[in-house]
């Protein structure tokens, strides 16, 4: 089964009402600057390859991040490299929004 048959059985019609095949990231992605884009792609991911993360990445305006996963498959990240994800993702945030107002 290719993988956008894939993402059409698990995703598509079912959730979004929409054809997978009709979504293009990497058109709307350079409109979401100037706003901070993160992505975040395990190298042996099958299911959406590192190409099309290297073509985001590509596509997205500043300021932007790529972070790859090595050896993590799809959204295997956060499991396969606990200490590496969580740090970079507070990070990201905590530049992208700054720091929450404490309490004195």
Known sequence: MANSEVVQRR??????????HRV????????????????????RDYLITPRHAERLYQAAGEPRALWWAEGSEHAQARFD?????????VNFFLEAIGQPNRPK
């Open 24 to 43: 293009a990231p990497e058109e709307r992605i350079g409109k979401l600057a100037p706003r901070p884009v993160l992505i975040i792609h395990g190298t």
């Open 81 to 89: 490299h606990p200490d590496a994800f969580y740090p970079l993702v």
């Open 11 to 20: 995703f598509g019609m079912a959730i979004t009402r929409r054809s997978p």
